[in-house]
Nanobody
Framework: QVQVVESGGSLVQAGGSLRLSCAASGSMFSINTMGWYRQATGKQREFVASITTVLSTHYADSVKGRFTISRDNAKNTMSLQMNSLKPEDTAVYFC???????????????WGQGTRVTVSS
């Protein structure tokens, strides 16, 4: 079975930097897009950034110029470099991956359990 695991969340002061990592594991699954969503307390989960197998990237307007997403296709890992962090970036960050299950040729989207980022002012 496929699973993704996030790491790197911590407490950081405003203006600081943090790097989140995500690792996908499992067999019989071809990953297409990997990315990040975040959810602040009392708010809806929102898109942060994504990256495809051909390294096409997309960013939410709120993080453009501050966050950078990258990916290592060979290792099925992904990272999110977060710079110039703001208190409004405080949230639980969720890694996700989507792709096709080999045995069924069906689309599947998997999510990690989340890693908490807290930005203090």
């Amino acid at each position: 079975q496929v699973q993704v695991v996030e790491s790197g969340g911590s407490l950081v002061q405003a203006g600081g930097s943090l790097r989140l990592s995500c690792a996908a594991s499992g067999s019989m699954f071809s990953i297409n897009t990997m990315g990040w969503y975040r959810q602040a307390t009392g708010k809806q989960r929102e898109f942060v950034a994504s990256i495809t197998t051909v390294l096409s990237t997309h960013y939410a307007d709120s993080v453009k110029g501050r966050f950078t997403i990258s990916r290592d296709n060979a290792k099925n890992t992904m990272s999110l470099q977060m710079n110039s962090l703001k208190p409004e970036d405080t949230a639980v960050y969720f890694c996700y991956a989507d792709g096709v299950v080999h045995t069924t040729s069906r689309y599947l989207e998997v999510w990690g359990q989340g890693t908490r980022v807290t930005v203090s002012s």
